[in-house]
């Protein structure tokens, strides 16, 4: 040993807040933000994907597990890649089906998802914007989660795109309603778009053919300059934290980095 500090690439974690206020649900919420290991060695500006379910991104003690994000992130700078900040949003626990439905159903038919939504583009973006060094531009504004968190994800993605230019999809929660298929055939970029959509083959019986029935509308979407999109498919996923946490690493590679 020489007596120099071994370099550490895991990135930095910071509560913004345990209890933040979201106006438009009058409820408050963790909101956390991993940021590359240096940060603060830095002058860069870096893009941003802000993904749902935060307890189940990094949580140790998350109870159906955790995706790992800041171990993949470490990994992946050690790599030399990681230059994203992203932000963390818990779920609203007992409120997390009715904050994430973007449609009323019969049966479900306390439907949050549009004041959610309000949520992040009224308060938590300005806020993210002013308080850290980011690149705020729809180009690199990315947006993502799994089951419910992906299926709010592609309504935002898919209304306001003029905003989010980067999508991480997985397992989306597509039976909730047709009105997604809807949206999405009438789906326009709002400019160059990477959309990264996963399925896992054991999740239940109808998910994998909603997932396909969705790609296949949105591959005509190539026909706009700029629209990228890949499906990834794990004949043996489940739908399970652990599964949407080997999908990280690699969905965060193609939308941000070196696409494969």
Known sequence: ?????IKSFYPRIEILDEAYEIPQLGRK???SVLLPHDYYQTNKK???LYLHDGQNLFDEYA?????GVDKSLERLAMQGIGDVIIVAIDHGGVLRIQE???YSTPR????EGNLYIKFMLEDLKPMIDSRFRVLTGRDHT???????GGLISLYAGFKYPQIFGNMMIFSPSLWISEEIYDMAYHYVPGGPTDIYLYAGGMESANHYSQVLRLEKILQDKRKYEGFEMTFSHNPSGQHKEIHWGEQFPLAFRWLYFNKY
């Open 108 to 111: 479900y038919t306390e439907a």
């Open 100 to 102: 994430y439905l973007p």
């Open 142 to 148: 990315g947006i993502g989660g799994s089951s419910l």
């Open 63 to 67: 109870p159906y597990g955790n995706w």
């Open 1 to 5: 040993m020489t007596g120099e500090a």
């Open 29 to 31: 919420r963790r909101i």
């Open 46 to 48: 870096y893009p941003v």
